[in-house]
């Protein structure tokens, strides 16, 4: 059972547009979302992350969008540039891992952004 | 650096010939993982540990097993590999709180 669903699975978007990917969850007890992009040949990185106590978050030309009601978070890339090219993974989790929750990190199934030039 | 190190990076191996892929990390991180990335299929986690000698099932544990004797070291034994675990491996730590997972860079193995 797929916990966190992530869209579209593939993008290609041109240079100076906006990259949007979509993930929604079923289980509320999650409360850390995090995005995590990979490029060719790396292992994910953490690229940003929001709790569900604000609506969004932004770093740069990054955004997270967050719907507590609709149970859906997602990410924007703005003025996209070819060095965005990677797969982008959703995630969430509840709790810590500390404490009697299991906390593990549950990811979506990525998304594989190309930004032409 | 702080950083997650993996070996091999690439194996090619038969069918029932045990291996083992190591991970080591150099952040005193508690908290270290092992995931398959697989197409379509995303990061999908094997087995986990909270501490030293405390290691627990993630979603696809059949057919791996691990230790973690040592904080710094969380190795992943193929005991009779398959050709289905073809994939692309990858080991991550973390502190206390879980959250923020630092990745290796992969270890690619096929098995024939």
């Known amino acids: 059972q797929q916990q966190v669903k992530q869209s579209p699975q593939s993008l290609i978007v041109q240079k100076g547009g906006i990259s949007i990917i979509n993930c929604a969850y079923e289980n509320t007890a999650f409360d850390y979302f995090p995005w995590y992009q990979q490029f060719p040949g790396k292992g994910p990185a953490l690229l940003i992350a929001i709790r569900p106590d604000v609506s969004e978050k932004k770093e740069g030309r990054f955004t997270i969008s967050f719907n507590k009601s609709a149970k859906q978070f997602s990410l924007h890339i703005m003025d996209s540039q070819p060095g965005d090219s990677a797969t982008y993974f959703c995630a969430a989790s509840h709790g810590l891992l500390y404490g009697g929750s299991q906390g593990n990190l549950i990811f979506g199934k990525g998304t594989k952004l190309s930004v032409k030039p | 650096e702080a950083q997650v190190t993996q070996n091999p990076r690439y194996l090619i191996t038969v069918t029932g010939k045990k291996l083992t892929v190591t991970c080591s990390q150099n952040m005193n991180h508690e908290y270290m993982s092992w995931y398959r990335q697989d197409p379509g299929l995303g990061l999908r986690q094997i087995y986990y540990?909270?501490?030293?000698?405390?290691?627990d099932k993630g979603d696809v544990p059949e057919g791996y097993k691990v230790s973690r004797k040592e904080k710094r070291n969380f190795p992943l034994i193929l005991e009779s590999p398959s050709p289905n675990q073809t994939s692309l491996y990858f080991c991550?730590?973390?502190?206390?709180?879980?959250?923020?997972?630092?990745f290796g860079a992969g270890s690619r193995l096929t098995v024939l």
């Open positions: 540990s909270m501490n030293v000698e405390v290691t």
């Open positions: 991550a730590s973390s502190n206390r709180t879980g959250n923020v997972l630092t």
